[in-house]
């Protein structure tokens, strides 16, 4: 049995990581097994890294077992999409691989991706590879490593917020795992031969997953206190002059487990722009080396820090990156910003906003929405998806100088999309569909129909929703 260095047993998936060499593990075999629907548990933990998590149909479940039968099994495959940004050529191959390889519908995330559900194993590695041909993949979106960064949506607004997403981009990319195994097992490319390495992670990368967000006030659209790594934008003079750095939040905890809770980020200094991946890096490596792990429920960037004490993780990661921060600088967070509807950049162009029920982007009775998205898109060449955080509505913006009423989708539409925010509460708004409970199992579609229920009597108990954190 591994062992950690205050003698306690390391959690079952650091041997895990350990050996896979640098995250293949058994997955290809797996994949290519046709006797089972399913993988290897091994197999699953891995493939979190590469954006893959088995599921089952939780509702087939008793059937199956009376049978003698194995589960339903499928899998969620999560994109890579820094700051929700995608094309519209992007879109398009989205849209189509929905509908040939997965459930039809696709599903916005609150770390602002999309996630195709009921993959059957025979179809992961074409889903993968139809999302190659459009520059797009699902490295590190889960797993224990770096994971989508977050940033403010529609960055064509102003020159300030095109600036704080082309920082978070650069930092994504330049936390992306180093290793060639999605690419050896997904795509089919040559085993690297000879030596290979993980600079930044290591052989067992991080103890756990690790949350990165940007956000310009005075709108908190991602929740930056709720990250392990906020860059919060400070704006002097129309210009970015560098960010304040946050640690240690996270929302997640276990019930029943009171050694588990929740934790706002502590705010640590100001650094200048060119600095961030600096910092970012020093953050992820103090976490890397202190992180706890013996315990995965206490593995978190924010235990390490509760455990240890701001001072010394502040301290720590100013000895890593060689130079101090500086005081924070003021800023205030007045709102989380839902713009539906249609709104003007500061260059000319437009984009819309859409409510998107539950994040589901699907064909319902009355609302064709996947398919008028589908349909309006070619004639908008350059049109950008851009999906906003914590909410389920997306951004779809033209490029061109031209008026909303030229008809990406029309007033009427929209008017009839987004209507039904206006008689509903805060609470009702801000819900999110589960799209499964346990980390595995799809969550039974017999709640659907008590949710407009269940909803009405959790808005008359609470019927005002807190604003944004911080």
């Not at 700051?83 to 879109?91: F, H, L």
């Not at 996630?115 to 797009?136: D, I, R, T, Y």
């Not at 750095?245 to 929302?251: A, F, Q």
Request: charged fraction near 25%; glycine fraction near 8%.
């Amino acid at each position: 049995m591994a062992i950690s260095s205050d003698d306690k047993p390391l959690s079952a998936n650091e041997p895990l990581k350990a050996g896979s060499l640098f995250l293949r593990g058994d997955i290809a075999r797996d994949l290519a097994d046709t006797t089972t629907g399913g993988i290897s548990e091994g197999s699953n933990q891995l493939g979190k890294f590469h954006g893959m998590y088995m599921q089952d149909d939780r509702d087939l479940r008793n059937a199956l077992k009376k049978e003698g039968r194995e589960k339903a099994f499928a899998f969620m495959l999560r994109v890579r999409l820094p700051g929700g940004r995608a094309t519209a050529g992007q879109w398009l191959v989205l849209d189509r691989l929905a509908d040939e390889v997965a459930a039809p519908s696709l599903r916005l995330t609150t770390r602002q991706t999309f996630q195709f559900h009921g993959v059957l194993k025979g179809n992961v590695k074409a889903l993968v590879k139809g999302m190659h041909q459009v520059l797009l993949d699902s490295i590190a979106a889960c797993g224990d490593v770096n994971r989508n960064v977050m940033a403010p949506p529609n960055p064509e607004r102003n020159p300030l917020l095109a600036r704080v997403y082309s920082d978070a981009l650069a930092w994504s990319r330049f936390a992306l795992p180093k290793s060639r195994a999605y690419h050896e097992i997904f795509l089919d490319e040559e085993l690297v031969a000879g030596g290979e390495s993980e600079p930044m992670y290591g052989p067992t990368y991080l103890p756990r997953k690790f949350k990165v967000g940007f956000a310009l006030p005075p709108s908190n659209d991602v929740d930056i206190f709720s990250q392990d790594l906020g860059f919060i934008a400070i704006e002097e003079n129309g210009e970015l002059a560098g960010y304040n750095v946050t640690v240690g939040g996270g929302l997640g905890m276990s019930h029943g487990n009171a050694e588990t809770f929740p934790r706002l980020a502590d705010l640590v200094g100001f650094i200048p722009p060119d600095r961030v991946n600096a910092v970012a890096e020093a953050v992820l490596l103090t976490q890397r080396d202190f992180g706890d792990r013996t315990n995965r429920k206490h593995a978190r960037l924010k235990y390490t820090i509760e455990d240890r004490g701001i001072a010394w993780f502040k301290a720590e990661v100013e000895k890593r990156t060689g130079f101090a921060f500086a005081p924070p600088r003021p800023f205030e967070f007045t709102t989380i910003e839902d713009p539906l509807g249609w709104h003007e950049c500061s260059d000319g162009t437009w984009f819309c906003g859409l409510h998107i029920l539950s994040g589901r982007i699907k064909d319902i009775p009355g609302c064709s929405l996947k398919s008028a998205l589908r349909a309006r898109t070619p004639a908008r060449r350059g049109l950008r998806r851009i999906l906003r955080p914590r909410g389920p509505s997306t951004g779809c913006h033209l490029p061109q100088h031209r008026d909303p009423r030229l008809n990406l989708f029309s007033m009427t539409q929209i008017e009839r999309w987004n209507a039904e925010l206006r008689d509903k509460s805060p609470l009702e708004i801000a819900r999110w569909a589960v799209a499964h409970a346990d980390g595995r199992a799809i969550i039974s579609t017999n709640f659907r129909p008590y949710e407009a229920v269940v909803l009405h009597l959790a808005t008359r108990v609470c019927p005002e929703t807190p604003g944004p954190l911080g």
